[in-house]
C-alpha cells in the first residue's frame, strides 16, 4: 500500500471525496426519506436517479448547448438541468410508487413483495433506457462541457476547483433546504407523523397516500440535482449508471443510520473520503470494493448506523 502518496496529499484527497460523496449523499436522501416512513429499501430509487442523468443531457443537447459555453450561459444551463432533473427525476419516483407500490401496500403485500417489486422495476427502467439509447449499442452517453474545470481556491497547496465547489454548495444547500422543511413546515410534520405512527397520524386527518407521494417526490428531486451535478461533473451517463451509484448512496444512507436525512449527508461524505483514500493506498479499480465492504462492516457491528435516529423520532 502506497501510504506516502494518501498521507503527502492528504488535504485534497479528502476534498475530493466530499465532492464525490456529495452526489452519493443527495441519492441516500431518497432512500432516507422511503425507508424512514414505509420501512421500505427503494431499490429503483437508482434508476430515478439515472433518468435524471438522461433528462438534463436531452435538454441540454437539445437546446443546442455547445462546449464551454460563456459563464452566464452555463449557469443558467445548470438551473435548467437542475429543474428538468428534479421534475424528470421526481416525477418518475412518484410514477413508480403510484403503478408499482401504492396496490401492493393496499393489499398488505408482505415486504418480500416489495422488495422484488423495487428489483424489477429498477431492472426494467435499466433495460427499456438499454434499448431506447445508444442506437441498441448500449453505450456510454457523452454530453456538452458546461462549465471548464479550473482552480477557484488554492489552500496550503489543497486546490479546490469550480466543480467541487458547485456539487458541495448544492449539496449542502438541498440538504439543509430538505431538513428544514422535514422539520419545520406543516407537510414535513406529516411525514414525521406518518414514519412514527401511520395509524394514529391518520386518525389525526393526515393523509397517508400524500405523505407517501410527497417523500418519493422529495426523493427523486434529490435524485434529480444529483444527476445535473454528476452531469456536470463527469460529463456522460450510460443506462446501468444507476447500478453501482445507487448500491454506494444506499451503502451511505445505511452507514449514517438509514431513516435519518443528516447521517445520510454524514454517510455520503464519509463513504466519498475512504473511497478516494483507499483508491490512493491501492488502486483506483479497487474502490468499489472498499465501498461495499465499509456496507458488511457497517451492517455488523453497527446496524443503526454512526447517527442511528429514525425519521419518525426526528425532532422539530
Do not use: C
Not at 187 to 205: I, S
Amino acid at each position: 500500500m502506497n501510504f506516502d502518496a494518501l498521507f503527502d496529499h492528504i488535504g485534497q484527497h479528502t476534498v475530493d471525496g466530499l465532492a464525490k460523496g456529495a452526489i452519493y449523499a443527495l441519492v441516500a436522501l431518497g432512500y432516507t426519506l422511503v425507508y424512514g416512513v414505509l420501512r421500505l429499501i427503494n431499490f429503483a430509487h437508482s434508476e430515478v436517479f439515472m433518468v435524471g442523468t438522461f433528462a438534463v443531457m436531452w435538454t441540454w443537447i437539445g437546446i443546442g448547448a455547445g462546449n464551454t459555453p460563456s459563464i452566464g450561459i452555463a449557469i443558467l444551463l445548470l438551473v435548467l438541468g437542475g429543474l428538468v432533473g428534479a421534475a424528470a427525476s421526481g416525477g418518475t419516483a412518484v410514477l413508480v410508487e403510484l403503478v408499482a407500490y401504492r396496490h401492493l401496500r393496499r393489499k398488505n403485500a408482505p415486504s418480500l413483495v416489495f422488495l422484488i417489486t423495487a428489483i424489477g422495476v429498477s431492472l426494467s427502467l435499466t433495460e427499456i433506457f438499454g434499448i431506447f439509447t445508444g442506437n441498441g449499442e448500449r453505450k456510454i452517453q457523452g454530453m456538452p462541457t458546461i462549465l471548464n474545470q479550473s482552480i477557484a481556491i488554492d489552500f496550503l497547496g489543497v486546490e479546490i476547483t469550480n466543480l467541487q465547489l458547485i456539487v458541495l454548495a448544492a449539496a449542502f444547500l438541498m440538504m439543509i433546504g430538505l431538513d428544514q422543511f422535514i422539520n419545520k413546515t406543516r407537510y414535513g410534520r406529516g411525514v414525521r407523523a406518518v414514519a412514527q405512527n401511520p395509524d394514529t397520524a391518520a386518525l389525526m386527518g393526515v393523509n397517508k397516500d400524500r405523505v407517501i407521494v410527497l417523500i418519493f417526490a422529495l426523493g427523486g428531486l434529490m435524485a434529480g440535482v444529483a444527476a445535473v451535478l454528476w452531469n456536470m461533473r463527469y460529463g456522460f451517463t450510460r443506462f446501468d449508471i444507476g447500478f453501482v451509484i445507487g448500491l454506494k448512496a444506499f451503502t451511505a444512507a445505511v452507514l449514517g443510520g438509514i431513516g435519518n436525512l443528516r447521517g445520510a449527508l454524514v454517510g455520503g461524505l464519509l463513504l466519498g473520503v475512504i473511497e478516494v483514500y483507499f483508491a490512493t493506498l491501492t488502486a483506483s479499480k479497487w474502490e468499489d470494493v472498499f465501498a461495499f465492504i465499509v456496507l458488511v462492516v457497517v451492517l455488523m457491528f453497527r446496524p443503526t448506523g454512526l447517527l442511528g435516529e429514525s425519521l419518525g423520532r426526528a425532532r422539530a
